[in-house]
């Protein structure tokens, strides 16, 4: 009964009301899922500490989006990331950046379910396009290299022979458009991409890479650690597993 009520306490922070519609909806064919979600979801796993609520909700935002099936989860998430102080302009870039991990249909989709609980919300946004200013290459590089001043040079030696275009476009796009963009600071943008890729479970290396990138942005091992136990509850074990041996690597080597 502890963890329940503990569990209880934490979802009605961040969000009592989708909590009380799920165990409604559930109460009549499988009330011990409804059980399990509260008692381990939200008592043992969100209540843990190592980061903020605001973290981990840019997390599963991140990890949700990147999935790409589970829009119902995600409209509940965004509402609880709007409850717990994440901004709609973080929201759209959390969604945004996702287009370099998971694909467009995955941000679009995201973006759509975003316009539909803003719409529900009655929040009127007027998003402001975003101007970027010179050469889209030169600037990836120089995000790039805040994150590992290697990295550049190690694409072209990987893609040169193969296919260089796919180093203009990760440098260009994934960092010279997406990532330099403002309304979402590097710690943040780290949190996202750890979560989503650990949800993927189809990147060992790029999440490596972002672990190794999120250290040099700031984030400490805990909060690493933090952002991927928690997609247990979205992605399942054996990513939250494969996950955290990954950042196991990456620690070892540092």
């Excluded at 209880?8 to 009380?20: N, P, Y």
């Excluded at 796993?45 to 949700?64: F, P």
């Excluded at 650990?198 to 490596?208: E, H, K, S």
């Amino acid at each position: 009964m502890e963890r329940y009520n503990c569990g209880w306490e934490k979802l009605k922070e961040i969000d009592g009301e989708a909590g009380e519609a799920v165990v409604e909806s559930l109460k009549d064919i499988a009330p011990d899922l409804a059980r399990y979600i509260i008692e381990f979801s939200f008592g043992d796993v969100y209540s843990r500490n190592g980061t903020t609520l605001k973290e981990k909700e840019i997390a599963v935002v991140a990890g949700l989006t990147a999935m790409g099936n589970a829009a119902p989860q995600l409209k509940v998430h965004i509402h609880g990331a709007l409850n717990v102080g994440v901004s709609t302009e973080e929201l759209v870039e959390v969604i945004l950046q996702m287009s370099s991990y998971s694909g467009f249909p995955s941000a679009i989709n995201g973006i759509n379910t975003l316009r539909e609980v803003l719409q529900a919300k009655k929040i009127d946004f007027q998003p402001v396009p975003e101007k970027q200013e010179g050469d889209r290459f030169i600037r990836g590089v120089e995000w790039l290299g805040k994150l590992d001043p290697n990295q550049v040079q190690l694409l072209e030696e990987t893609f040169q022979d193969i296919a260089p275009d796919l180093m203009e476009f990760v440098v260009g796009f994934g960092y010279g458009d997406i990532y330099s963009r403002k309304n979402l600071g590097p710690k943040l943008r780290q949190i996202a991409t750890i979560a989503a890729l650990t949800c993927m479970g189809t990147a060992q290396p790029q999440l490596a890479f972002h672990i190794r990138a999120g250290l040099k942005v700031g984030l400490t091992k805990d909060e690493i650690i933090e952002t991927i136990i928690l997609m247990v509850v979205y992605a399942g074990f054996p990513a939250a597993i494969n996950g955290i041996n990954t950042a196991k690597e990456v620690f070892n080597d540092i």
